[in-house]
């Protein structure tokens, strides 16, 4: 679970444009302490997983830590965006449905 994690990390990195170095850099922590954690046997802390969502604020959460959802909150937002308009749909074909049967069961009530 801990390799998954840590492949999730490098990817998020590599997309924009991260490595330990500059990260290190960017918030003033050593950078063996850090290329250790996600390259490396160390365990990954909590606090640098903190730090990696907030270098990168667009990377869900729940994506980078679990593996779970889409890996940015803009494709989460689309894709729930998606899902409720997928069901807006089905409703409406739903509601057309029980009209008809509403209609038909009319006809043959008159019959």
């Known amino acids: 679970m801990e390799r998954n994690l840590k492949e999730r990390v490098k990817v998020v990195l590599a997309e924009y444009g991260y490595n330990p170095t500059n990260?290190?850099?960017k918030y003033g922590l050593n950078q063996k302490t850090?290329?250790?954690q996600i390259n490396g046997e160390t365990q990954m802390s909590a606090?640098?997983?903190l730090l990696i969502l907030d270098a990168i604020p667009d990377?869900?959460?729940?994506?980078l830590m679990r593996g779970i959802g889409t890996k940015t909150k803009a494709e989460?937002?689309?894709c729930d965006s998606a899902y409720y308009d997928m069901c807006n749909k089905i409703l409406e074909?739903?509601?057309k449905e029980t009209e008809?049967?509403?209609q038909l069961a009319n006809l043959m009530?008159?019959?």
């Open 59 to 63: 990377v869900s959460a729940e994506w």
């Open 100 to 102: 008809l049967y509403q």
């Open 76 to 78: 989460s937002q689309v």
């Open 34 to 36: 850090l290329n250790n």
């Open 23 to 25: 990260l290190a850099n």
């Open 93 to 95: 074909v739903k509601s």
């Open 109 to 111: 009530s008159k019959e």
């Open 47 to 49: 606090s640098t997983i």
